[in-house]
């Protein structure tokens, strides 16, 4: 009889598939609630580099422009019948019908409809970048609702010039009762300004599928020394203590072995925090915003398996290297 795993012991690498291709297009065919955690950290929506990132993607593989005719045409479709019926099960929850037939308030109202849409109306009056980037991000949001299990978790990573409007239309969109947290990343790094407050953070929000019965565990989650260990037991101190929400780490190191020169890396002991509080070996993560693959890479080394999506073959190349098990995967995923 094979001796029992030490508790400390890594476990087996979960697997991990790599799509090529426009998120949008590739995860439509996912089956619904088939991920505990998705990860998204879509391109920011900071002027020349995120309008060629998006219209690259665009331009790829053409959305819609204007919210309302990319709600009819995402959610009209057969093969869209599970966020169809997503969104029903929210209007009929969140919402009388604002006239018409059933299946018209549905596709042109959203989850939250007459609200969710005066809401963005009134943001594109302070910013109508801000409206472009979220008739982008709006559909892939939906789709990620629709693939998040029943006890799923969805981490939006997001810059201080999107996290405040997101969080907004996006508390209309899901509900606000399934917002959990605003994680702050705070690093301190690079040029600072003498004109104002050196921006030196991005923001994570978190929204859970159901309240009752997302999974978190606390305790898994590596701890963190105490600013003042003097003021703890020593074994307290020993341990560690919980991390907040304000997460204190650095950029991804100029040199060393996690580097993997793609721009917009994400250090993996953030990732690793995500993945280790919001899943449990074996679950299923998602990030089809994918990069260099930071969110596969370590879901992976904790077990789990992960599904990675990318439009842009430099981030293809750059994960088949950092993640040599991984299958390229064309299809769906089993
Ligand atoms: C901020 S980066 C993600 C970085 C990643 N978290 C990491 O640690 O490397 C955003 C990524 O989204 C990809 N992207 C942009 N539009 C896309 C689309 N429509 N479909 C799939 N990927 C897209 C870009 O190619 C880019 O690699």
Redesign the pocket.
């Known amino acids: 009889m094979a001796a029992p795993r030490a508790v400390s012991e890594a476990p087996p690498p979960g697997r991990v598939w790599i799509h090529e291709?426009?998120?949008?297009?590739?995860v439509r065919g996912f089956p619904d609630a088939s991920f505990t955690l998705i990860?998204l950290?879509?391109?920011?929506n900071t002027g020349r580099v995120r309008e060629r990132?998006?219209e690259?993607?665009?331009s790829?593989?053409p959305?819609t422009p204007a919210p309302s005719t990319e709600t009819v045409s995402l959610h009209g479709t057969a093969e869209n019948a599970g966020a169809t019926q997503a969104l029903g099960r929210e209007v009929e929850a969140h919402g009388p019908d604002d006239g018409g037939g059933r299946g018209d308030a549905v596709v042109r109202r959203g989850f939250h409809g007459r609200e969710y849409e005066r809401l963005k109306g009134d943001l594109r009056a302070y910013d109508d970048r801000f409206d472009d980037y979220w008739g982008?991000l709006e559909p892939?949001l939906a789709e990620a609702w629709r693939l998040l299990a029943d006890d799923g978790t969805l981490y939006l990573?997001l810059d201080y010039r999107e996290a405040h409007y997101a969080k907004v239309l996006m508390d209309a969109l899901f509900g606000r009762e399934r917002f959990l947290n605003e994680i702050v990343w705070a690093y301190d790094y690079g040029a600072k300004s003498r004109r104002r407050w050196p921006t030196k953070h991005d923001t994570i929000l978190v929204y859970v599928k159901d309240p009752a019965r997302y999974w978190f565990d606390s305790e898994a989650v590596d701890r963190e020394p105490y600013m003042a260990p003097g003021l703890v037991t020593p074994e307290k101190a020993e341990r560690g203590k919980l991390p907040t929400d304000v997460w204190w780490h650095t950029i991804?190191p100029t040199t060393g072995r996690e580097k993997?020169g793609?721009?917009?890396?994400?250090?993996e002991g953030i990732?690793r925090r995500i993945v280790q509080a919001s899943t449990r070996p074996g679950d299923r993560v998602l990030?089809?915003?994918?990069?260099?693959?930071?969110?596969g890479a370590v879901a992976s080394a904790l077990g789990r398996d992960a599904v990675l999506?990318?439009?842009?073959p430099?981030?293809i190349a750059?994960m088949r290297a950092r993640i040599p098990h991984g299958t390229e995967a064309r299809e769906e995923a089993d």
């Open positions: 291709g426009d998120n949008l297009e590739v990860y950290d879509p391109p920011f990132s998006v690259t993607a665009r790829r593989h959305v982008f892939r990573h991804v993997t793609y721009p917009t890396q994400k250090p990732l990030d089809f915003f994918a990069g260099s693959g930071t969110t999506v990318d439009v842009n430099a981030a750059v």
